[in-house]
């Protein structure tokens, strides 16, 4: 009744008078908060998990709202600017994926130290980097994150140690696995578990599928990945977990990319349109989200449209620079090679050339 | 590599995305359908693990190719290529012999930054009991890959991926399923006068269209290509500057300990040295990670124009 009467008023009354009765309606219609049952995990080699309930604030859910639309629709930007050719070379999206690295960003501190893979580009916004200096990264222009030096696969921010471009080493993860159970590292180690070894199904790639058991003596959660929430409170249990001094542990987030492994993948020839179609039907994030805000009284139909068209005014904003910003200068070649070094001579194509290196 | 893998059942294929992708590249396309799962092989991620399994099965007696997606990806396996590879056969004073090839695509592309653009002739063509090759055309990467895939020892072939997709005619020998490459020889792709231009890979495309350019202008470059990186064909580019005197080597990877400076080194221990009438200059790649930025990229690599500058320094123009 209070809905449509609203909507009666502004209509009558015009756009104007809307901030105000909307600022009514927040303070009668919105909860504070709302406790929402979440599924739980898997566990392994673990007494206890985490929590099957969890409490979500009318901000933070606002809050993870924008974030996880920031994200896919910075993606479908950088689809769109690839197709247009101001992106190139290698380009790996993480659309379907937001929940995880919003989920995780919301456990863990600022101050606590992350890396991974190519499909980076979530998690350089949650990790502090503005979608501006993302985009013009992978336009490679001087306004870029690495100045354009780096590109897709090697952006870095403070307490994100990239983007790296060379990956898979089940060799070395069962090291790090070894040595961090051994010293007791404060450790999460993460899978993204996407179903895909690039255009290889997992049933073809891996022995045991079971990737949160793979650490083997470590502890390990199976988590939905489609679920901000419940990656958040996993997350929160692992890192309480760590903190404890209780040793590393092992976190499988089942999550799904709606785009091939690249750019140059199209993502069709080792799956089928169906099961990507599912998946954006049932099991999307955001509307993951939206859905539980709305049935929990946390926010409305409305309010989140409008957070929708400000995320896109921001990307587009973003992308309107990163594609007018200017290369980095040519003086630039030769520089960041060393740390704390004096100046000196970088050579070029042939002994003629050469470039200055600055620290 | 079907005509190969045709001819003797004891050859396969492994790597990532070989068989029911078709290769990352394409490379392979058709391959997996014709021969099966137990010729053409899908391998996970971990490229230091199916290197292994790929030395053992040549060492057992089958004749594999590895691929790897690119030639970067081989640092996570070069102890399999280089110590369970490269020195067995000396090792084992003769008994143990290792008929692998390792192949894909190597060096820059476009637009893949730092992780993804190195150039490995150096690295690899550095360690005895290794052959290198690196093709330039459709001719060169046809009868080097039959060639590696017939010799008895670990052969690295370094291919490149922006070359994949250019056309070239191929002469009527070549189409012969026979048609062989011998590892070792340099094929003069132009003659010339003045000056020597050594190249191999892409950068031999770039030194013909120098030498188109400066032809107009009087100057007749000999431009070599490599096709071997080890063993090097150094009597061929011997020959050729003692008959013009001067030097001109191009490659794409970094300058320090490259394949010029090696160039450079031999003819200095050689007859050709008295024959030089000015020092021997490279053009490389720039001496920095490949950067991302196209400005960057542009000027890390070796141009038409770098290469045309240093072949009129040369010669003192």
């Known amino acids: 009744m209070k809905k449509m009467l609203a909507s009666v008023v502004s209509r009558v009354l015009g756009a104007t008078q809307k901030p105000p009765l909307r600022v009514l309606l927040t303070s009668c219609n919105y909860s504070k908060d709302a406790t929402i049952d979440i599924k739980s995990c898997d566990l392994y080699r673990l007494e206890g998990g985490p929590a099957s309930s969890t409490l979500l604030t009318r901000d933070d859910g606002l809050k993870y709202y924008r974030a996880m639309q920031i994200v896919r629709r910075m993606e479908l930007k950088a689809d769109q600017l690839y197709k247009q050719k101001f992106i190139r070379g290698f380009c790996h999206l993480c659309d379907g994926q937001e929940a995880c690295c919003v989920g995780i960003e919301a456990a863990i501190k600022p101050t606590d130290n992350v890396i991974t893979s190519y499909r980076a580009h979530g998690i350089c916004y949650t990790r502090g980097l503005s979608v501006k200096s993302i985009l013009a990264e992978l336009t490679g222009r001087r306004g870029g994150c690495a100045k354009g030096k780096g590109g897709s696969m090697h952006m870095y921010a403070k307490h994100f140690f990239g983007g790296n471009g060379i990956v898979g080493a089940q060799g070395q993860i069962a090291e790090a696995y070894n040595m961090a159970a051994l010293w007791k590292l404060p450790c999460v180690f993460i899978c993204e578990n996407n179903r895909y070894a690039m255009g290889t199904a997992v049933e073809r790639a891996a022995a045991s599928t079971d990737y949160y058991k793979r650490g083997n003596f470590i502890p390990g959660l199976k988590v939905n990945g489609m679920d901000v929430l419940c990656v958040r409170e996993a997350t929160r249990f692992a890192a309480d977990h760590c903190r404890a001094g209780k040793g590393p542990i092992v976190m499988e987030l089942q999550t799904y990319r709606y785009h091939g492994h690249s750019m140059s993948d199209p993502g069709v020839s080792y799956r089928t349109r169906e099961e990507i179609q599912t998946m954006r039907s049932k099991s999307d994030p955001i509307m993951l989200l939206q859905e539980k805000m709305i049935s929990h009284k946390l926010s409305s139909v409305e309010e989140l449209k409008e957070i929708d068209v400000e995320v896109r005014k921001e990307i587009e904003e973003a992308a309107q620079f990163a594609t007018t910003d200017p290369e980095p200068s040519l003086d630039e070649l030769g520089h960041h090679l060393y740390h704390s070094n004096p100046p000196f001579d970088v050579r070029g194509a042939n002994q003629w050339i050469k470039y200055k290196s600055i620290s | ?317």
């Open chain 2, 1 to 317: 590599m079907d005509e190969e893998l045709e001819r003797d059942e004891k050859v396969f294929l492994l790597g990532e995305e070989v068989a029911q992708y078709d290769g990352a590249y394409k490379v392979s396309r058709g391959l997996w359908k014709k021969y099966g799962d137990k010729r053409i092989i899908d391998t996970p991620i971990s490229e230091m693990g199916f290197a292994g399994i790929a030395v053992g099965a040549a060492m057992a007696g089958l004749r594999p190719i590895c691929e790897f997606m690119t030639f970067n990806f081989s640092m996570q396996a070069i102890d399999q290529v280089i110590n369970s590879a490269a020195k067995t056969y000396y090792m084992s004073a003769g008994l143990q012999p290792v008929p692998i090839v390792f192949r894909g695509p190597n060096g820059a592309s476009a637009g893949v930054a730092a992780q993804h653009s190195q150039c490995f002739a150096a690295w690899y063509g550095h360690c005895p009991g290794l052959k290198v090759v690196s093709p330039w055309n459709s001719e060169d990467a046809k009868g080097l890959i039959k060639s590696a895939i017939r010799d008895n020892n670990p052969v690295v072939m370094l291919e490149n991926e922006l070359m994949y997709g250019v056309s070239f005619e191929l002469p009527a020998e070549a189409q012969s399923k026979d048609f062989l490459i011998p590892i070792g020889k340099a094929k003069i792709e132009r003659q010339g006068t003045h000056i020597t231009v050594v190249a191999h890979s892409r950068p031999v495309g770039h030194c013909l269209e120098a030498a188109t350019v400066l032809s107009k202008e009087g100057i007749e470059c000999e431009v070599i290509n490599m096709r071997t990186i080890r063993p090097m064909d150094i009597d061929a580019i011997e020959a050729s500057v003692m008959k013009t005197n001067h030097l001109v080597t191009v490659e794409g990877g970094w300058p320090q300990f490259g394949v010029g400076a090696e160039i450079c080194a031999r003819i200095m221990e050689g007859p050709a040295f008295n024959f030089l009438d000015a020092p021997a200059v490279r053009v490389t790649g720039a001496d920095v990670p490949m950067p991302y930025a196209k400005i960057l990229e542009d000027h890390s690599v070796p141009q038409v124009k770098d290469i045309i500058f240093a072949i009129k320094k040369t010669l003192n123009i």
